[in-house]
């Protein structure tokens, strides 16, 4: 596995403080010119500020039209796409007969959608070249529909099985597609204020998770993967 690869660019879908964040330093550190994704324009602007190869690119991966565009500024300045890291989420909880259409349908845009419109603009790049990497963030809620997940667990089901048909179409062509499993508290800032009594051990440090990615990103081709799963060693499963 490479620990440093010069030239090369990743976009991250999905940057927020936490496991987007982390994934934009690692691939940085890595030695990637890496395009951030995110509605959010005046954070992305300070992490761009903040880290080195790191770039700005405001963007909703539920608009079609405004992500070819964002890929097409990307290009122009940092080249094609060599790695993408899906990592836009967008979850919602509540009991079945209480869920809203319009939060279920919003979800599914963002969780799924957004991977769709993502994966193939990257995937375009990445099959000129014949190599590429497409890291999908998921969790357990992909495999299992609790009671009051009914708003978020079928959107990440769809989108792991679209993950898979990625991975099962592109994948002879050169190009590795992996969803990780993520069974775990991510530590932030707000899921600490939610379990302030919670152990260090209950949580799941972005900057590991980061690495997990990197390690997918990177796996050789006579031992790629689809699904990895992750959890502190505490977690119960």
Known sequence: MSSVVRGAVCVVAGVGPGTGLACVERFAKGGYQVAMLARHADRLNEWETSTANAHAFPCDVTDREALENTFAAI????GRVDVLVYNAAMGSFAEFMDLDAEVLERNFQINTMG?????????????????????????????????????????KAAQ?????????????????????????????????????????????????????????????KSTWTFETEIRPFAENW
């Not at 290009?75 to 940092?78: D, E, F, M, S, V």
Request: glycine share 8%; aromatic share 6%.
């Open 160 to 220: 792991r099985i679209l993950g898979e048909s990625m991975a099962r179409s592109l994948g002879p062509k050169g190009v590795h597609v992996s969803y990780l499993v993520i069974d775990a508290v991510i530590d932030l800032e707000w899921t600490r204020k939610r379990m302030p009594d919670a152990p260090d051990d209950h949580f799941a440090k972005p900057v590991d998770i980061a690495e997990s990615v990197w390690q997918l990103a990177h796996q050789p």
């Open 115 to 155: 991977l769709f419109h993502c994966g193939q603009l990257a995937a375009s790049d990445m099959l000129k070249s014949g190599a590429g990497s497409i890291v999908i963030t998921g969790n357990t809620s992909a495999r299992r529909g609790k009671a009051s997940f009914a708003g978020f667990a079928p959107t």
């Open 75 to 78: 290009r122009k300045k940092l």
